[in-house]
């Protein structure tokens, strides 16, 4: 049956119908492998995007690096999980809800908690699966049987457990401390939660009246609203000026109210007057300072950040409008010193961008330092590896310097707190269910904490709770610790970071199954708490100029379109071409058009072999059955199934196939997705389509000739050879290969996807060194005939004569035994060998191996040429000495492979052939 490939690549035509198919098969559903499996197994969580997302630039990136990692490990005979889910998003969520409300005229208050609960899973099955669906568009290869949401019974009764564990260990407890108050979410926020920004502000300087005397001391503020709250004035004990004040009091301006000078490190005698207002309900080292002096903590504001009754006659007012009045205030006392213009790290919620308020609150915290010196440890030691390198030391700055977190929220949806105060002796029960009665008094009026937990809390523990935690499960002895976490540098603490600490601490003394942890490549670790073996860091997405994307700029780019226009092969092949480690990408739609051409030319070659195989079965030279019989039987991982080698074209490229894939597998496995990207690209379009196509061409073109049984292994091979290509690129470009490869295979394939078939591994034997020099000697005289005619301004179809000198009789064999290619492929009429240099005639090239002249006559710019020539000089000068420079390099001697630095040797002698011919021909021309 004729293959019956459509003219023009459409990818929205077959994406859609290959991302359906692939779920309806359900091809990567992994069931639970049973005791006693050897097989090795790859485990990956994708990072659960929040109910309420959209898919961006950044999701793309992550999705696409996992994706190619992940068919790489499945079709290289891993057991591979890629577990999906999507988070609860507390805040998030909470304010899509709320404004949904708004619209209606109502707040969640008028609902009550359980009808606004209840309004929230409603607005969730209805809009939350978004981001879901269109990942499954995008054909990502998770396991969609066990996709979770954070707020799964089975994983809020592991989050409860987990609450109620620490607590009871005294890893969680409840204290009033300062914290970040968003007052547009109206809930506290975690330091990692508030992103700073230099913004011009004010300086202020405030004259305090020493109690009982005619002295001032001036301190000075960014923030006027709060000295409302003060409870001191502090000065060093070491400052001079001040020595005479100590334990003396000073009359707060506008309050007047009595405050003491205290003497505290708080205080910097080198840092403006050396003196500072202590508030302590208002400020994080105040609050330190206030603990150390037992100082009273007076709040001013309320949790709209209006002032308070404590603010007396401010109360009210907007903190910004207090401001200004009591700037106004203290002026028209004489107590406002001055003015200065000052920049302020000015602290914003990252979700609403709200300016954050330090505030005084009663929260649920947990005690970190100890959780964090085990996540030390682990990355320390390499039981956990970071990649890029650089961000392991990032992390253990961070660790080492960790404060406790607040892990409690003033919200409705999310994980309740798991804790109740007794109504009548204030005794606060935490427990996994609902008490009935207090654990102190025989009270029962019991009140659940309405609180709910911070959402990077539930999700922290996701690489075990995920898999059965608390139980102890068949899936924890097979798939934890999880392999790789790819991920974003923007959470390598709010989430990276708790994952190790929380999965160290709960699943301590957890062992891998032994058989598989070893088939697995991670027989050397000891650790089998943590929660991954590695962590890539991926880069950011930018703008074409580098610019970070944002609705402000008006720059941002929507993934959705980019597929529209372009198809997602293409887009992801962009993305992971550019995506070198620790380099952000500069998204560029003329290279996602340059790769969806790319598409095309996969797609043009493929209807181009159908064409010829198809005319060469109904000639009868050669069969498909046969073929898929012959490749079933030699279906391995050895590369090319019934490749026959038997030309120069055919040896050469088996031989590039099997050293691409080898590099290709070498980039895969350190994250090095550009050079992968680029290594396939090369193969795939230069050196198979843009040569090995057009070599074999008239091999293929006449079936019912006398070289039928030419022609018939020429399809064979070109087959073979396409058929693992697809293989080669399909996790990079997973829609189009799988279209193709069905096709190869008339519909009845040994598997149902490519993705199950065999990744293509490097057969030594098939690498072919003499293959690959002669063929490049080719290339190389017919590139440079090309470029030759190309100067020379020839007609494209102009046949005309070469000269050719080779000094090697090799060589000069290779030229005579391959004359046909070389006069096809560089349009040449006849090709002389000639017996002397002919760098010196006017329409030549010289190189190491021969020299080159099309015969034409044509008058020679002479200043053109000396020019090229002579940048042709320093550019071999330069590959001279940089070569010279890495054979004279020890450590490089020490580390690189024999035949590298071979090679190295022999370019070398090779260049001083070329240096010696280049300046005989300038020297001719002067």
Known sequence: ?????????????????????????????????????????????????????RLHMGHMLNQTQMDIIVRWHRMRGFITLWLPGTDHASISTQMMVERQLASQGKKRQDLGREA?????????????GAILEQMKRLGVSVDWDREYFTMDEDLSRAVREVFVRLYGEGLVYRGKYIINWCPR????????????EDVPGKLYEIRYLVVGTSEYITVATTRPETMLGDTAVAVNEKDERYKHLHGKKVLLPLMKREIPIITDELANPEFGTGAVKVTPAHDPNDFQAGLRHNLPQIDVMDERVRMNQNAGPYAGLDRYEARERIVKDLEAQGLLVGTKDYTIALGKCERCGTVVEPRLSAQWFVKIKPLAEHGIEVVENGEVSIVPENYKQVYLNWMRNIHDWCISRQLWWGHRIPAWRCLECNEIIVARETPTKCTKCPGSRLEQDPDVLDTWFSSGFLPFTALGWPEKTRDQEV???????????????LWVARMIMTGCHFMKGHQQDPKIKQASGWGDKKDDSVPFRQVYIHALVRDAERQKMSKTKGNVIDPLDIIERFGTDATRFTLAAMAAPGTDIAFNESRTDGYRKFANKIWNAARFMFMNVDQAQQAGVWSLDAWKKAAAGDRTHAGISGFQPVHLEDRWILSRFNRVTQEVGEALATYRFHEAAN???????GEFCDWYLELIKPRLMSPNGAARESVGLACGNLVSLFEAALRLLHPVMPFITEEIWQAVYDGKPPQKSIALAAYPQTNEKQIDLVAETHMAVLQDLIANVRNLRKELKLETKAKVPIQVYAQEPEIRKLIEKNRGAVERLATVESIEFVGASLAKEAGARSTARFDVHVVYEKKIDVGAERARLTKELERI??????????????????????????????RGQELQVLRSKTETALNELR
């Open 1 to 53: 049956m004729p293959h019956d490939l459509p003219k023009a690549y459409e990818p929205g035509a077959i994406e859609a119908r290959w991302a359906e198919y692939w779920i309806k098969e359900k091809l990567f559903s992994v069931p639970t492998p049973p005791p006693g499996e050897t097989r090795p197994v790859f485990t990956m969580f994708l990072p659960p995007p929040n109910v309420t997302g």
């Open 185 to 196: 979410c109206g809930t506290a926020i975690s330091d990692l939660e508030v992103k700073h």
């Open 877 to 906: 000068e330069k590959e001279i000495s940089n070569g010279q420079r890495q054979l004279g390099n020890e450590s490089f001697l020490a580390k690189a492979p024999a035949q590298v630095v071979e090679g190295l040797r022999r």
């Open 679 to 685: 290594l396939i690209y090369d193969f795939f379009w």
């Open 116 to 128: 606004f609960i209840e309004r929230v899973w409603e607005w969730k099955r209805h809009y939350g």
């Open 479 to 493: 798939f934890y610790p999880s392999t790789l976490l790819v991920t974003a540098y923007e959470i390598l603490f």
